[in-house]
């Protein structure tokens, strides 16, 4: 079954994002971070998409779009597996990733004809890296961006602190659930529902997004938009910021880098990188653990779902 198996794993372009997911067609499951892409089909099924998408790309995407290494079988199957345990994340261990993993899936079903062999792949997928991780990652420090944004403010706030939090995904949650009673929380997003979702899970303050520019009057700041589009107005003298931890990728805040009491995605990698020499041994122990579950995997690899002759020949 894994013998099929085929991951291009390239560098991040947005900007071919969406003739990237056009060109899929649920017939490959596509995850995009600010690290990689990654794009998992059956023998060269990815290859062929990648391709037409470079045909349909300009000659400066083209060069983007090809920077790529190629992953089969079992090779294939451990590099996810790595991958989603946070083991090929500048955060050793980081558990972001899972949450990226889900959404793409989530995508992924919601396409008009999703591949039902990538489906049983991705399921077992996730089974195998909740086992390694209960088993071998726990508790190995920082482990979230989240975490370490805490850690940061922690150190230039006292507790009680008001902190905006800008943005309502995944990642601005986890801050909240962590941090919510050692801060004030004022979160500032476009998504109403999800704001409102929040507030009633968390007991958090709300600043309605049409007066998002009010965060200039805000002395802590987390920011978890990513947007190439400015979506809040340059501030000439960004005096008032005690701390600003920006998790934007790409960030909308450029014209803050420099400035003394402001911490980059980069900055905070740095940060997680530090504490990351602290896992090496349990990082080891699961990287045998990863090696051991894909072997098992493909062994004991079964289908409980009926499929076609075209899924026979993984076309």
């Known amino acids: 079954m894994l013998n099929g198996l085929k991951l291009i794993n390239c560098l991040p372009c947005p900007e071919l994002e969406e003739l990237l997911h056009a060109r899929a067609k649920g017939q490959v499951f596509i995850l995009r971070t600010c690290q990689r892409t990654l794009m998992l089909g059956f023998n060269r099924q990815p ?53 990226q993993f ?30 390694i991780r209960s088993m071998h990652l726990k508790n190995i420090g920082l482990q979230t961006y989240a ?3 805490r850690k940061i403010l922690s150190e ?24 919510r009673r050692r801060f004030t929380i004022i979160l500032c997003a476009r998504n109403s529902e999800r704001v409102a979702e929040l507030q009633k899970t968390y007991g958090i303050e709300v600043l309605p997004w049409e007066r998002r520019d ?13 947007t190439d589009q400015s979506f809040i107005k340059p501030m000439i003298n960004p005096t008032p910021f005690e701390c600003f931890v920006d998790l934007g990728e790409p960030t909308p805040f450029t014209w803050l880098k420099g400035q003394k009491s402001y911490y980059s995605l980069e900055e905070v990698f740095k940060i997680g990188q530090e ?37 026979l020949l993984f076309a």
């Open 47 to 99: 290859e062929r998409i990648l391709e037409g998408l470079s045909e349909s790309a300009s000659q400066e995407k083209q060069s983007e779009a090809i920077k790529t290494e190629i992953y089969s079988g079992l090779k294939a199957y451990e590099f996810l597996l790595q991958t989603i345990c946070g083991l090929k994340s500048r955060i050793l261990g980081e558990n972001e990733i899972v949450h």
């Open 102 to 131: 889900k959404e793409a899936y989530g995508a992924f079903l919601m396409t008009e004809k999703p591949n039902r062999l990538i489906q049983t792949v991705l399921e077992k997928l996730f089974k195998d890296a909740k086992d």
């Open 147 to 149: 975490g370490i944004s």
């Open 156 to 179: 230039k706030t006292k507790i009680g602190a008001r902190v905006v939090v800008l943005g309502s995904g995944q990642l601005s949650e986890d801050f909240i659930k962590i941090s």
């Open 214 to 226: 009010e965060i200039y009057g805000e002395r802590f700041i987390l920011n978890t938009i990513g």
């Open 275 to 311: 504490h990351s020499a602290q896992k090496s041994e349990k990082v080891e122990q699961a990287l045998s653990a990863i090696e051991e579950a894909t072997e098992h995997r493909n062994g004991h690899f079964t289908i409980n779902i009926p499929f076609g002759w075209d899924e």
